[in-house]
Nanobody
Framework: QVQLVESGGGLVQPGGSLRLSCEAS????????MSWYRQAPDKGREWVATAPRQGGYIVNTDSVKGRFTTSRDNAKNTVYLQMNSLKSEDTAVYYC?????????WGQGTQVTVSS
């Protein structure tokens, strides 16, 4: 079965960096785009970035452009979210997601807290 497991979250000071990982299993990872979303307290889930299956990345320009990037390692079935210059408003639970046959699959999420 499809499984997505995020890791790498934690507490970081403003201006700091974190790298999240999402390890996938149960499907042919290299065939599918992988996306990152986040959900802050009392807010809806927000798209953050996507790593297309062919490489490169796309980010939400309004909120994270110039600070976040995403990349994938198809040999490790893993997608990463590199987060730099973190701000308090980046505090959220971060999820990875893929879509297979029109069905969304989500990981369990990892908490990122940006605070001094």
């Amino acid at each position: 079965q499809v499984q997505l497991v995020e890791s790498g979250g934690g507490l970081v000071q403003p201006g700091g960096s974190l790298r999240l990982s999402c390890e996938a299993s149960g499907f042919t990872f290299s065939n599918y785009a992988m996306s990152w979303y986040r959900q802050a307290p009392d807010k809806g889930r927000e798209w953050v970035a996507t790593a297309p299956r062919q490489g490169g990345y796309i980010v939400n320009t309004d909120s994270v452009k110039g600070r976040f990037t995403t990349s994938r390692d198809n040999a490790k079935n893993t997608v990463y979210l590199q987060m730099n210059s973190l701000k308090s408003e980046d505090t959220a639970v971060y999820y990875c997601k893929t879509v297979i046959n029109s069905r969304d699959f989500w990981g369990q999420g990892t908490q990122v807290t940006v605070s001094s």
